[in-house]
């Protein structure tokens, strides 16, 4: 084996173990904590003041909520390393196909074009939605 190819695989071998320590160091790929009701009811407050939450649906994974306000829905998922905000009208959100235990929301967004949240079942039933506040 030539000297050069050596050394060069040396510095290449010592430049990635460098970088690997330095994301573990840096924990860059720390997961994020799953949302609850309470959490997902603050983020759609940040995202949506003054929108009165009537019920909300926190995934099973804690991935991503599915809230009814009003004629909307509101809709959380998870994208990267945090939450993104959408609203899409309560009827597409109802009318959305439910598979496997995960709803498909078509948001229609570049940016965030689907949002998948595991639900326990979907659409929910006719009973009364209970009142929460998005504050």
């Given amino acids: 084996m030539p000297e050069g190819f050596a050394v060069q695989f040396a510095a290449s071998f010592a430049a990635v173990a460098l970088l690997v320590g330095l994301a573990a160091w840096?924990?860059?790929a720390k997961p994020m904590t799953p949302l609850d009701d309470a959490r997902a009811l603050k983020l759609l407050a940040d995202e949506f003041p003054g929108r009165t939450v009537e019920q909300i649906w926190v995934a099973v994974d804690g991935r991503g909520a599915l809230a009814k306000s009003?004629?909307?829905a509101l809709v959380l998922c998870e994208v990267g390393d945090g939450y993104v905000a959408r609203h899409i009208p309560w009827a597409q959100a109802i009318s959305s196909s439910f598979r496997d235990g995960v709803v498909k929301l078509d948001l229609s967004d570049v940016a965030a074009p689907n949002a998948r949240i595991a639900l326990?079942?979907?659409p929910?039933?006719?009973t009364?939605?209970?009142d929460k506040r998005a504050a």
């Fill in 70 to 72: 009003g004629a909307a």
């Fill in 26 to 28: 840096a924990k860059i």
């Fill in 120 to 122: 326990q079942s979907w």
């Fill in 128 to 130: 009364p939605p209970q």
């Fill in 124 to 126: 929910p039933s006719s």
